[in-house]
C-alpha cells in the first residue's frame, strides 16, 4: 500500500495538478490538509472519477482536511476526541476542521493540519500546544490498549523537530520564531515517547531535506525550506514501512502548492 500526505494549499485551485500527481503517483491513500472549502464545494468528483473515495471536513474557507482511498474508507472521525477550539479572550469556539480520521485496509489514518502558534506570545500558541498535547495523550492510549494497532498520524505538523529541518537555525533562533521552540518540539517527542516513529525520515535523511519552501523571498529557488510534514507510525505501522521519499518536484512549476508530498510504501505484513 502506498499511503500520502500532502497539504495543497486550496484544493480547487490546484484540483488539476493534484488529480495529475494522483494518476501519476500512483497512491492508494492521500492525506489532504489545507483545501480551504466547505463540504458542498469540496470536488468530490476529481477523486470518484479516478476510484477514489473521499471524506471531508471543511467548514470556511480556511482549514480543512480529507483522506482519498482506493483502498476502502471506513469510520470516519471528523476531529478527534475532545479536540480543543480556539476562540479569543476565552470566548468558546467551533471546533476547526484540522482533522479527519478514517480506517483504510486495516490502517487507521488521521489527516492532520496542526494549528500554526503565529508567535511565540501569541495566543495561538497555547491552542497549538494544548491541540497536540490532547492528540498525543489519545495516541498513547490507542497504541496501549491496542499493541498491534496501526495508525498513522500523517499531516501538516507546523513543528521542525530538529535543527537540521530548518535551512538555518540561527535566523530561526534569533528571531524568536515559531516552529522550533521548546515547547513546540516537545510536543512532537510526546507523540515518540508513545511509541509513534517519524517512518520517512530514514529513507529521507537531511540535513537540507525539506517538505515546505514558503512563497516570499525566493525560498524554493534558494533551498529554504523547512521540513514540517511527517507520518508518523505506530510500532505495527512502522514495521510495514519499505520505503518513502518527498516529491520535490510537485513544488516546481506554476500553480504549485508551498508544500511537497510525502510518500511511504507499506508492505502487506510486516
Known amino acids: 500500500m502506498k499511503l500520502a500526505t500532502w497539504n495543497v494549499n486550496s484544493l480547487r485551485a490546484r484540483a488539476d495538478r493534484v488529480e495529475s500527481w494522483l494518476l501519476r503517483s500512483d ?7 489545507e483545501t480551504k472549502c466547505r463540504d ?15 471524506a471531508h471536513f471543511g467548514v470556511s474557507q480556511w482549514n480543512g482536511v480529507a483522506i482519498a482511498s482506493r483502498v476502502g474508507l471506513e469510520d470516519v472521525e471528523r476531529t478527534f476526541p475532545d479536540q ?52 498525543s495523550g489519545h495516541a498513547a492510549e490507542w497504541v496501549r490498549e491496542d499493541p498491534s494497532a496501526q495508525i498513522a498520524l500523517v499531516g501538516d505538523w507546523n513543528i521542525a523537530p530538529r535543527d537540521e529541518d530548518v535551512w538555518d537555525i540561527d535566523y530561526f533562533r534569533n528571531g524568536g520564531l515559531t516552529h522550533v521552540s521548546e515547547p513546540e518540539r516537545a510536543a512532537f517527542r510526546a507523540f515518540e515517547d508513545a511509541g509513534f516513529a517519524d517512518v520517512a525520515r530514514p529513507f529521507t535523511p537531511g540535513p537540507g ?40 518536484e510537485e513544488r516546481k512549476g506554476k500553480g504549485a502548492s508551498d508544500h511537497a508530498p510525502v510518500v511511504v510504501d507499506l508492505a502487506d505484513t510486516p
Not at 458542498?40 to 473521499?54: D, Q, S
Not at 486495516?106 to 493540519?113: A, E, H, K, P, T
Not at 529554504?224 to 518513502?244: C, K, N, Q, W, Y
Request: hydrophobic letters at 40%; glycine letters at 8%; a neutral charge.
Open 27 to 33: 497512491v492508494d491513500v492521500l492525506a489532504i490538509q
Open 84 to 135: 480543543p477550539s480556539f476562540g479569543k479572550n476565552g470566548e468558546n469556539t467551533a471546533q476547526e476542521a484540522r482533522a479527519i480520521g478514517a480506517t483504510c485496509a486495516g490502517v487507521r489514518v488521521w489527516s492532520l493540519y496542526v494549528p500554526n502558534g503565529r508567535a511565540l506570545n501569541d495566543e495561538h500558541m497555547p491552542y497549538k500546544l494544548e491541540w497536540l498535547k490532547v492528540l
Open 209 to 248: 531535506v525539506y517538505t515546505y519552501w514558503d512563497y516570499t523571498q525566493l525560498r524554493f529557488p534558494r533551498k529554504e525550506g523547512m521540513r514540517i510534514d511527517f507520518v508518523l507510525g505506530s510500532p505495527a505501522l512502522a514495521a510495514r514501512v519499505t520505503g518513502a521519499m518527498i516529491d520535490r
Open 40 to 54: 458542498e464545494n469540496f470536488p468530490w468528483e476529481l477523486f470518484e472519477r479516478n476510484g477514489y473515495e473521499v
